[in-house]
Structure formats: C-alpha cells, structure tokens
C-alpha cells in the first residue's frame, strides 16, 4: 500500500480496563506496519487516555478507531455508550497537578487538534472523542 493511501482501522473492545492495553499494543502495531514510528509513543499516550476515558466512565462496550487520511492526518477516536459530552479539559500547568481526570488535558496538549461527537453506532447512542496526529 503506498504511503499516501488513506486507512481505516476499528477495535471493539468490552468494558474492561485491559482494553486499554489492547488497544494501546494494536495502536502501536497498526502504526509501526504503516512506516508511522514517530507518532507511536505520543499516539499511544493519547489512545490510552481516550479508551480509558471510555471503559472507566460508561457502563457499555467501547471502541477504538484509528485513520490516515491522504492528507497525512492520523485520526485517532473512541468511541463509547454515552452520549453526554466529555468534561472540558483542564489546562496543561493542571495536568501536573491533578491525580485524577487529566487525561483530556494531555489530549489537549499534545494533539493538533481534539474534539468529540455524538455518534450512533453499533446499535447504541454514543460519542466519539477523537484527536489529530500530523505526520508530515
């Protein structure tokens, strides 16, 4: 598959902390087979926070979905049950501070971009909060 083509890829997971860890391996995999090395180690400290956000917050299954588009944007989302909005994030000089809930705040800083949607998928009513990776 040449470089440029755009990608796709779902994982559906249970609600269940381990998620986090199969997804963020997956991730790692699905990254390091598509030349995108460089993006694997901050990729993978956003992925786990979204899944986790997902499994630890909800009572359903969740979902991680990563895209390349021809662009060179790497679209990373997770998806989970409920479709109430995330907490905003706290600010990057809080991130250090909290033990609890920076996990968007990490988003936040290390993404390009970062957002979230109400999505229907699977069946259920959910969201998808999702980030942005440049990797050109």
């Known amino acids: 598959m040449p470089e440029d083509e755009p990608w796709d890829y779902t994982l559906y997971v249970p609600n269940d902390l381990r998620a986090v860890t199969v997804c963020r391996r997956t991730l790692r995999l699905i990254l390091t087979l598509h030349g995108l090395i460089g993006l694997v180690d901050t990729a993978e400290l956003l992925a786990a926070e979204l899944v986790s956000n997902a499994v630890r917050h909800t009572k359903g299954p969740a979902a991680l979905r990563v895209r390349r588009t021809r662009e060179g944007v790497v679209w990373i989302g997770a998806w989970d049950t409920d479709p109430a909005p995330p907490d905003p994030p706290c600010v990057l000089e809080q991130v250090v501070e909290l033990e609890e ?5 990490l988003v ?3 993404a390009q971009e970062w957002g979230w949607q109400p999505s229907a998928r699977f069946g259920d009513r959910g969201k998808y909060v999702w980030c942005e990776l440049v990797t050109a």
């Open 108 to 110: 936040r800083a290390c």
């Open 101 to 105: 809930g920076r996990g968007l705040g």
